[in-house]
């Protein structure tokens, strides 16, 4: 088996999927040198600026399960991303309707002498009160690079507690230091679900499909979508319940919205229980749902509805999409984005038709853990014409320069950290954060206008560009954007 359950941590993506976070090349030559058995060496910088960690990432996750808690043994800076869970947390509440309250969560705020001394005292402590305060139906101890570090025995104090917390209390190794790959941290997260949460199947549900998904802001189109063919979601892991979490092991088959994050839960699922993953290309644009509403089909036995679903989503769209083709024809971009939306992307904005000049992928996984390349990734290389490529996590010195000699029509991110440096620039930033963003015909069409009214109205970053002064230097930009990337050796 890919995915082993019976140890206390998920692997990091490097060693389990040859995960880089350093290339630059082509999108065509990155494929050929990682297919077939083939594996690329990571190149390294010797200049990089701050990213995210894994331990963000685990807690975007868990901290919006909607009856657990958190405790996260590390010092409070480590915590400063809590500010932004909670955020979420309060809109994803207020649309489901769940009652206003802040996210569960207590830092142990680990300080210079329990690096010395230990902070075992401490977490015990958290522990406790996150019991006492919130009463949840589970606890996950997320981890940072200090408790790593010092190797606070996190498994020996839960262990003490015994019948004084009387729900599963389950340790999460993220330590940010553990894995270039922030994505790590959400198989951290999955690892912890899977091992302290998840029950063997008790009464198969053949109508069932575990959504894996981040906010789920679409729930309403995912289960029309899924109501048009007898089918149910179940969107996990945000906003789930506990007693939600334990029973995916009895759904009919697990679809993601995000390769990325779905592969370790999704490939563990199978493995484990029997539960199908779904893996074609993410569900966006014309392409990418069809073929994944079709790989759904062919789990649950459903292609004929299936067929008939897609014929009347691609009639009620089509023209749409013809005129946005029309009144995009000849614009440029640049995209930036974690590898599964940046390989997704490259197709999205095919359909649309706009060329794009460049793409950055925030790491790239050179298999996902059932073993195979990403199929974006292989559809995009597929087409006639290659493209410039790179390989980085977020950094954003690079993409100021690309952006600064491409000089595109559009940039593309995920992450709006990144867009307002396109924007600063004067360049059209679409930030493309909600990861529903082009799912489905429907989707790509409301993108394709949100896209046109972006470019049509220029006055924001025409304005921003006359008034900011950025910090990088004449000197900067004469160089090639990857002149920090030792690339000797592949
Ligand atoms: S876990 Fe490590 S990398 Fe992550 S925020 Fe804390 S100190 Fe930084």
Redesign the pocket.
């Known amino acids: 088996m890919a995915i082993n359950l019976d140890i206390s941590e998920a692997p990091i993506r490097e060693s389990r999927l040859g995960a880089i976070t350093g290339y630059s090349g082509t999108l065509k030559d990155l494929v050929a040198r990682t297919g077939c058995g083939a594996t690329i060496k990571n190149c390294e910088r010797t200049f990089s600026q701050t990213s995210s960690?894994?331990?963000?990432c685990a807690q975007t996750l868990l901290a919006n399960i909607a009856d657990a808690a958190i405790v996260n043994h590390?010092?409070i800076?480590?915590a400063?991303d809590t500010v932004y869970h909670n955020i979420a947390n309060h809109y994803g509440r207020f649309y489901r309707e769940l009652g206003n309250r802040n996210i569960q969560l207590i830092n142990t705020n680990m300080e210079e002498s329990d690096t010395v001394f230990g902070g075992n005292e401490k977490l015990r402590d958290g522990i406790l009160e996150a019991w006492r305060r919130f009463s949840p139906k589970a606890i996950f101890v997320t981890t940072?690079?200090?408790s790593g570090i010092i190797g606070d025995d996190i498994k020996g104090v839960i262990s003490e507690l015994g019948d004084d917390v009387p729900v599963p209390v389950i340790p999460v190794s993220?330590?940010?230091?553990r894995s270039k790959v922030w994505a790590s941290g959400f198989d951290a997260a999955f690892h912890a679900v899977l091992t302290g949460i998840v029950k063997p199947p008790r009464q198969k549900q053949p109508n069932l499909v575990n959504m894996v998904n981040f906010r789920g802001s679409a729930r309403d189109y995912v289960r029309r979508l899924f109501g048009e063919i007898g089918l149910e979601p179940r969107f996990i892991v945000p906003f789930a319940t506990v007693e939600e979490l334990e029973t995916i092991s009895e759904a009919a088959v697990t679809a993601t919205v995000c390769t990325t994050l779905g592969s370790y839960i999704g490939t563990a699922l199978e493995e484990q229980y029997g539960v199908p993953y779904v893996k074609t290309i993410p569900p966006h644009g014309f392409v990418g749902i069809e073929a994944w509403l079709r790989g759904i089909g062919a789990a649950v036995g459903k292609q004929a509805d299936v067929e008939q679903l897609i014929e009347r989503e691609r009639a009620a769209t089509s023209a749409d999409l013809e005129e946005i083709r029309r009144r995009l024809k000849g614009k440029r971009a640049v995209l930036g984005m974690g590898p599964s939306y940046a390989q997704s992307y490259l197709g999205v904005l095919d359909e649309l038709g706009i060329e794009v000049l460049h793409a950055a992928s925030w790491h790239y996984d050179q298999q996902y853990d059932y073993g195979e390349q990403p199929p974006a990734i292989l559809r995009a290389a597929s087409r006639e014409k290659d493209i410039s490529f790179s390989v980085g996590d977020q950094q954003l010195y690079e993409i100021g320069n690309t952006l600064s000699r491409l000089k595109p029509d559009i940039y593309f991110s995920r992450h709006p950290g990144s867009s307002v440096w396109a924007a600063k620039l004067g360049i059209t930033a679409v930030p493309v954060i909600d990861e529903y963003t082009a799912f489905g015909h429907h989707g790509l069409v409301n993108f394709g206008w949100r896209i046109i009214d972006a470019v049509t109205n220029r006055n924001f970053v025409n304005r921003l560009a006359g008034w900011v002064k950025l910090p990088y230097s004449s000197w900067w930009y004469e160089q090639d954007p990857y002149s920090f990337l030792e690339r000797g050796e592949v």
Do not use: V
């Open positions: 960690c894994s331990s963000g590390a010092p800076g480590c400063g940072s690079c200090a993220c330590e940010g230091f």
